[in-house]
C-alpha cells in the first residue's frame, strides 16, 4: 500500500488493515527474512497517520502471523504478534537532515523516507522484524531435542529412558537431588 504524503488529509489518514489485504508483499525491494521465519503477507490493525511539518507520524496497533521455528525442538510453529507502532518518518537523508534544538524528535528516532510516497507495507514488515523474538519457542515447556537419538524428547519416537534422556554434565547435581530427597 502507498500513502501519497500530499494525500493525508490536516486531520490525519485513519487506516484499518484486514488480513485480506495482503499489504506485505506489495513493497518496492524485497526485504529478506532470517531464516526459520515466514509473516503472513496480510495484517490487521489500525493505523492512524498524520503530518506535522517537517515528520509524518505512523501511529497504532497491528497484528501479524508469524510462521517460526522452535530453536529447541526445531518444530515449525504459528504465532500471532501484536506490534504497537509510534513510528516518525521524515523526508530527506539523514547525512543532510539538521539537528534543531527545538526538534521533538532526535535524528536517531525519526525513519527517513525519499520522495513523497511512503511503503507502508515496508514499513510494516521492517517493525514487524524488530519484534520478533530472540529466541523462539513453541512453548515455554519445550524439552527440545533428545540428545541421544535426536527426535524430539518425550515424543512417541523417543524412547529412550528418561535417565538416558538427560544431559550427562547434570548428573552431579542429579545426585546431589537425591542425597537431600533422603
Partial sequence: MIIRIDDIPEE?????????????????SPIPLPSGVAIDPGV???????????????????????????????????LEKDVDLNVVLRRGNPASAHKDAESDVAQG???????????LGEILLQEILLELPMKPLCREECPGLCPRCGTRAGSPECT???????????????????????
Fill in 44 to 78: 490487521k490493525g489500525h493505523l492512524r497517520v498524520f503530518v506535522d511539518k517537517e515528520d509524518i507520524f505512523l501511529i497504532g496497533r497491528v497484528q501479524a502471523g508469524l510462521h517460526l521455528k522452535c530453536s529447541r525442538c526445531l518444530e515449525d510453529f504459528p
Fill in 160 to 182: 529412550c529412558p528418561r535417565e538416558e534422556r538427560s544431559d550427562p554434565r547434570w548428573n552431579a547435581l542429579a545426585e546431589l537431588k537425591k542425597k537431600l530427597a533422603k
Fill in 109 to 119: 528516532e525519526a525513519v527517513f523516507i525519499e520522495g513523497d510516497e511512503i511503503y
Fill in 12 to 28: 490525519g489518514l485513519d487506516l484499518d488493515l484486514t488480513r485480506e489485504e495482503h499489504i506485505l508483499t506489495d513493497l518496492p
